[in-house]
């Protein structure tokens, strides 16, 4: 039987954490992704089992998606409920038959082979160096009361979220980055689309499907975003209402009374501004008190966790339904 020598020496010490070193960095690279993978990414195939790496593919398709009007929440590169449920809405839209995979025909619908500019450079701005971050936000809501702002908690934070990404896509393609250094280069994703010209005629909000469409007046969805709306405890309303005014970075009213009870706080608080509020960036407010649209703090989780009657979305969703909305739009609540 062999006996292991232990690492006495100090040269054994040095020559393990050398080796240690080189695996965590050899490991680091297998893990990241890069632009030019992204931008040639083929049609993507359905996986199987919990992913542990973005797909190369997935993230194109994503993007590809969130370009043709149809959000997949974050952009992740996963294979997950979000981006299948996009892939089924974008499928029934564009009349290509049930199915939350993408063929060969869903594939040349969103212009997947010519498109090769879905990963672009950001070069890190003066004004991005300033920004004021709020390291620590307390979850309960009287403590929140106290800040000043809620706004981003870190840098990585805020590109991910300008750029529609999840963080752990953003360190994939930026591996070492620092992102609080000016002129530097991150690797994001050009998600953006021309806001529509059309004027939502009727907004559904689809808790069956977990999706709020907007539909222009040919009675077509022209935008889709995966919503969290209502729970069993606080089920979001039925029937239809009316948009009554669009607030953007609003401050947030919390009221144990008419809302629901967070925590032990029982009596009314003013919640300030900031992405990380409790309604984000965002309030669409309906002519039934005390129920809206409106973004979140946690993107991650639209989808995966419930509300207390409100439709949540992603702050970015949020942000461009109220440019296709107005005071009297109306809001029809869907099985």
Known sequence: MSVTRPLSRPID???????????????????????DEVNRAGRPVSTKGKMTRPSASIVK???????????????????????RKAVAQFRRRENLGDGDGIDAATWRALLGDASAD???DYRVLKEDVKSRFSRHIPHDYARQARLKQLGYRTPHEM?????????????????GARYRKRDETLHVVAAGRTPPAAEARLVEADRTNGVVRA?????????IYPATIGSAATPSPEGEYQVVRVVRNPTYHYDPVKNFQQGRNKRRLVIARGPNNPVGTVWIELSKPTFGIHGTPEPSRIGKTS??????????????????????TTVRFVE
């Open 13 to 35: 010490l040095l020559r393990a954490a050398l080796v240690a070193s080189l695996l965590v960095l050899a490991l680091g690279d297998a893990r990241a992704l890069t632009a």
């Open 61 to 83: 398709a994503q993007t590809l998606l969130a370009r043709q009007g149809v959000s997949p929440g974050e952009i992740d590169g996963l294979d997950g409920d979000r981006y």
């Open 118 to 120: 879905i990963v672009s």
């Open 159 to 175: 590109f991910a979220e300008r750029f529609r990404m999840s963080e752990g896509l953003l360190r994939t393609l930026n591996p």
């Open 215 to 223: 539909l222009d007046a040919a009675g077509r969805p022209f935008a």
């Open 307 to 328: 509300s207390h009657g409100c439709v949540r979305l992603t702050n970015w969703d949020a942000e461009e339904l109220a440019q296709l909305v107005k005071p009297g």
